[in-house]
């Protein structure tokens, strides 16, 4: 029997673009993604995440995450809480919402189990990982194995993008033939800026030298 596979679909870059990584390798009727309502200031990813993935054809499905807005003050649910452009140093920056890859991945593996899936997805990365502890890979190899105690049950948390840099992630892209989805329907600013985003929040900064370094490379290869 083929293995069915979940994502994590925020509907930024990285999330998009591991699930066109998941449907190449799992086949996109083996593929499902959900994303979460955590009380975010834009809400409109979740609208970019939900048409991407009626685009791409999987099932796409919003679980609501609201008790992480009551939580954790962060920039990202707080609108009185500005956007840090440069990061402090020896903490991470003010986009940091505690515990949420904890949260959603604990959430999505009681989705997976409960609808027969056993391989998670999300597009965490330690290479380009802004300082977010929940990023790292030994928190996800931590992670997988509680979740598997925990539930009896054996997944599989996969990380396409745990050790490339955004370039290789636009290259990515690229061979999976959805540079242009990527880079016009994603939204990953900071400021709830679709596509090239607002230009200057750190997520726009680092997406956008991504792309050019990624440019650069594929201009050179030509």
């Known amino acids: 029997m083929d293995k069915k596979a979940l994502v994590v679909l925020s509907g930024g870059q990285d999330s998009t673009t591991c699930l066109f990584w998941a449907i190449d390798k799992f086949g996109k009727e083996n593929v499902s993604a959900v994303g979460f309502d955590y009380g975010q200031r834009h809400r409109l990813e979740l609208e970019c995440a939900e048409n991407i993935a009626k685009k791409a054809g999987v099932p796409y499905e919003i679980i609501s995450t609201p008790i992480i807005n009551q939580l954790s003050a962060n920039s990202l649910t707080r609108e009185d809480i500005p956007v840090e452009e440069t ?3 020896g903490t991470p920056p003010n986009t940091f919402v505690e515990g949420r890859n904890m949260l959603f991945l604990t ?10 899936m056993t391989d998670l997805v999300t597009g965490v990365c330690e290479t380009d990982f802004s300082g977010y502890p929940d990023c790292r890979d030994i928190f996800i190899k931590s992670l997988n194995v509680t979740l598997n105690l925990a ?3 054996n997944f599989c948390i996969h990380t396409p993008l745990m ?3 955004k370039a290789q992630t636009w290259a ?4 999976l033939g959805v540079l242009d989805i990527i ?3 994603t939204l990953t600013c900071y400021n709830g800026v679709m596509g090239e985003g607002c230009g200057h929040c750190p997520a726009c900064a680092l997406r956008r ?3 050019e370094e990624y440019m650069e490379m594929k201009k050179c290869t030509r």
Do not use: L, V
Not at 107 to 116: D, E, F, L, M, S
């Open 183 to 185: 880079y016009n329907e």
């Open 87 to 89: 990061k402090p140093e």
């Open 172 to 175: 990515m892209a690229d061979k």
């Open 163 to 165: 050790w490339i840099t």
């Open 107 to 116: 959430y999505a593996a009681i989705y997976a189990k409960t609808h027969g």
């Open 151 to 153: 539930m009896d049950y």
């Open 209 to 211: 030298r991504g792309y």
